[in-house]
């Protein structure tokens, strides 16, 4: 199952790992001039960041958007809530 909408307080961390088998997606995302400070950290090694309920949505926003995402057995992105309010659903609708 994938997880395509988050329903995240804004006080919430949340801790974002990228996925050891994503190997597909991680070479399409190194060429991509757009990808946000967060990801960049992650892809230049980091085994996992810590960011705000906004910067996560906008990792994954992102992460989305590049070839390969759901390649390689799974979403290249993982993620759990590190504080706060967090929850994460499959709903396709939002």
């Known amino acids: ?4 909408h988050w329903d995240l307080e804004d006080s919430s961390t949340v801790v ?3 996925r050891a088998n994503a ?3 991680r070479a ?3 060429t991509d001039d757009d990808a ?4 960049r950290a992650l892809l230049a090694g980091r085994t996992r ?3 705000s309920a906004q910067e996560a949505r906008t990792v994954f926003a992102w ?4 070839p390969g995402w759901e390649s390689d057995g799974g979403p290249a992105l993982e993620a759990y809530p590190l504080s706060g309010g967090a929850r994460m659903s499959a709903d396709a609708d939002h």
């Open 1 to 4: 199952m994938t997880v395509t």
């Open 16 to 18: 974002v790992r990228l």
């Open 23 to 25: 190997r597909t997606w």
């Open 28 to 30: 399409a995302a190194r």
């Open 36 to 39: 946000p400070p967060a990801a």
């Open 49 to 51: 960041i810590e960011l």
């Open 63 to 66: 992460a989305r958007t590049v």
